[in-house]
């Protein structure tokens, strides 16, 4: 009886497909198609995703993702500007949303229905005997959408270039959700400063400023943090602080509140221990909000009483 001719072995996903070659973690045959480079051989496709799952993903010093290192985050906070930038001027009956205003000596725009709606407020009417408006008539978002819209094109650029140097280096090394909180609190600080310091009648006041003040304190802060040297910063920090003093127009509790907060915050993004850092991060960031919910509060008493 003669013996029967030896069959060719076939890939595994593939069974119409002959192949010699097979993987060397599992030794299954694997086609072309299915080969991966491995430090010896090649691999199959599961043994690949196997081995990806069993290896924990690079972090940083602060414990955020790498993918940090792309910017998603501060390109889409980019754009977002950007866009209710757009919808502003599209919603303007004036023509001076885009430039022309009486901000950064008529440079900037004026004031939109957007603007209006979204802008920091305490306790005011946009009209005489018209309704009240304000974060103590209970408009809170107020808090967060005045971060991210602008009085015109000039207002605009230097906070998203701002935003631009900064975000992306702070992104790199914290991480995206980590960056994300630092930008939020540090916005939603200076807006709540804002609202302690300005008056009941103030015309709305908006802008990222408040956001990249923020973003100035923790640079400084997260680059003493890793040991490197912090000179080239203290002169544009200071730069942009005579620049808010002295301009006229300029929300300076806004921008020192923006200031004080991310400090705050990225003292504790930076110098939580390594143990228990995303707890530490976590208590600390919800503390901070807590301070400013009580602040807001304060204030709101304070107006209505």
């Known amino acids: 009886m003669s013996e029967s001719p030896p069959t ?29 480079e491995a430090s010896v051989g090649h691999q199959c496709p599961e043994c690949v995703n196997e081995g990806r799952r069993s290896v924990r993903p690079a972090r ?39 430039a022309g205003g009486s901000g950064f000596g008529g440079l900037a725009g004026g004031e939109t229905p957007l603007t209006l709606w979204g802008g920091v407020l305490g306790y005011a009417s946009y009209v005489p005997f018209g309704p009240v408006h304000g974060v103590a008539a209970g408009e809170w978002y107020r808090l967060v959408t005045a971060m991210f819209l602008h009085y015109g094109l000039l207002h605009l650029l230097l906070n998203m270039w701002a935003l631009w140097v900064l975000g992306r280096e702070l992104e790199a090394v914290l991480g995206r959700v980590r960056f994300l909180a630092l930008y ?6 200076g807006n709540v400063a804002v609202f302690l310091f300005s008056a009941a009648n103030q015309s ?37 602080l005579v620049f808010t003093f002295a301009v006229p127009g300029i ?25 228990r850092r995303t707890l530490v991060q976590v208590v600390g960031g919800a503390i901070i909000l807590l301070i400013l919910l009580g602040l807001v509060l304060f204030r709101t008493a304070a107006l209505l009483g």
């Open 8 to 36: 060719t072995p076939v890939c595994y996903r593939h069974p119409g497909r002959e192949t010699y070659v097979r993987c060397t973690r599992c030794d299954r045959p694997i086609c072309p198609d299915c080969m991966r």
């Open 60 to 98: 940083t010093a602060f414990g955020g993702g790498a993918a940090g290192r792309h910017g998603y985050v501060t390109k889409a906070l980019i754009a977002l500007n950007v866009l209710l930038m757009l919808l502003s001027i599209a919603s303007d009956r004036g023509g001076d949303a885009a």
């Open 184 to 189: 939020l609190i540090a916005g939603l600080g």
């Open 204 to 240: 709305p006041t908006v802008g990222a400023s408040t956001a990249t003040f923020g973003l100035f304190a923790a640079i400084f802060v997260i680059m003493r943090r890793l040991g490197h040297n912090t000179s080239a910063i203290v002169p544009i920090l200071v730069i942009n």
């Open 251 to 275: 929300s300076i509790p806004g921008h020192l509140g923006g200031l004080v907060v991310g400090a705050l915050m990225a003292l504790v993004l930076a110098y939580a221990p390594r143990g």
